[in-house]
């Protein structure tokens, strides 16, 4: 059984730092690209960053770009997030994703993944 679970969210100051972690269970991490959505209150979900397979090529959109670093272990099975210079419209739950290896630009697209975690929420304060 294929399970991604999120950890690392909390409740923040503007222009603090949190680390998100998607541990992956029942899935070969090194044979799947993955990426981190978000949906804050009262808006749909968006693309926050994307990692291949092989860790080489990462994408971001301009709102994180800078800010945001996504990275991968493979031999923990986990994906990590690193929110930096955190602002209050940062806040919403952030959702880890597990897609078929060789995205590449479709990795900001929702339904390139197959697999989702339950989220874990993130609240910057100002």
């Known amino acids: 059984q294929v399970q991604l679970v999120e950890s690392g969210g909390g409740s923040v100051q503007a222009g603090g730092s949190l680390r998100l972690s998607c541990e992956v269970f029942g899935l070969i991490l090194r044979l799947w690209d993955m990426a981190w959505f978000r949906q804050g209150p009262g808006k749909e979900r968006e693309f926050v960053a994307h990692i291949d397979w092989s860790g080489d090529a990462t994408n971001y959109p301009d709102s994180v770009n800078g800010r945001f670093t996504i990275s991968r272990d493979d031999a923990k099975n986990t994906v990590y997030l690193q929110l930096s210079s955190l602002k209050p419209e940062d806040t919403a739950v952030y959702y880890c994703?597990?897609?078929?290896?060789?995205?590449?630009?479709?990795?900001?697209?929702?339904?390139?993944?197959?697999?989702w975690g339950q989220g874990t929420q993130v609240t910057v304060s100002s």
């Open positions: 994703a597990a897609g078929a290896a060789g995205r590449g630009e479709r990795g900001r697209e929702q339904n390139s993944y197959s697999h």
